[in-house]
């Protein structure tokens, strides 16, 4: 069962994200395709996802779908590889 968060913490253990197009429901009953970020965190014995709503797909109609999986081993402020600077010379 997936839970649905309005925050996450540096700290939490991630399952996972998901970036790309989601159909996305209104309160007055209509749909419509939306890009969409979901973080997917551990929160005790289930899952929860936060979500980001960047508007319509037609904005992103050159943009490639992205997912990240991961099964906890990770948290949400895990950084990736870093650019190493080039050495110079020493500051004063």
Known sequence: MKIVTD??????GCWGLFEGPRTVHSFDGSSAS????????IRG???AEYTTDYGPTTLFERTTP?????FGENTVS???PRRQEPPGPPLV
Request: charged share 15%; net charge negative.
């Open 34 to 41: 939306h890009w969409v970020q979901a973080v997917y965190v």
């Open 45 to 47: 014995d289930a899952i």
């Open 7 to 12: 925050r996450v913490y540096p700290d939490e």
């Open 78 to 80: 895990t950084p990736g």
């Open 66 to 70: 992205l997912i990240i999986p991961s």
